[in-house]
């Protein structure tokens, strides 16, 4: 969304850029879902035992010292956590800048949702995250770095599509169970107590240069259609 609210300050601004157009695409896809604004953050489904709650994590250090973790956290359903030691491949999905803790804050949501996509379907969810910049991004639905925007977008379909509901939060590093899964994988000792067993997954097909658009969630995820 972020070069329709550009375009708000350029009042003499006439042409329809490529990023206009993949905005205008993007407004389009979501207009059709008929999305609905309600997020019960309750007792609701699942008799009474409410939502189920993510946290998610990333770790910097130098471009091949990095790492992300997630949990999903349940009350009748078994809780379930993962994890990326996310190296160049993730360093490549985004321009080059001095520190990637951000971008790969937003990738620990996107890798998250991609995950869990299934199990989420159709149900409402509390994520935390422990990053006031991504949880903007999140809330707003746009970016204004124009290589994050579009990642942005495609979370927004991804939840769209399956109709999953989320309720955006903060959650400070030091309260944030998966913390430890991002810097020590299926060794952090907290995962061991709650009986978590992190486990790797994959990243998103996700290449820098790619659009906010059903195209590309077409690309990224083989049960987009069904």
Partial sequence: MGPIRRRHYEPFAIKTSPEITSSLELVVELTKLKLTRAIYLGPGSLGGLGPPVGYSDAFFNARTDNGLGFVLLEKRL??????????MRGVEMFDAREHYSGVFELLAVFTFLFFFRARLRGRDLIMFVDNVGVLCWLVKGSAAPPDVAPMVGVVH??????????YWEYVDSDSNPSDGISRLFAANPLSARMGWSPVAVQLP?????MSASVETCKRLFADWSR
């Fill in 78 to 87: 078994s809780s379930a956590a993962g994890y990326n030691k996310i190296g």
């Fill in 157 to 166: 379909l991804l939840l769209a599509k399956p109709r999953t509901r989320v």
């Fill in 205 to 209: 097909g996700w290449r820098r240069g």
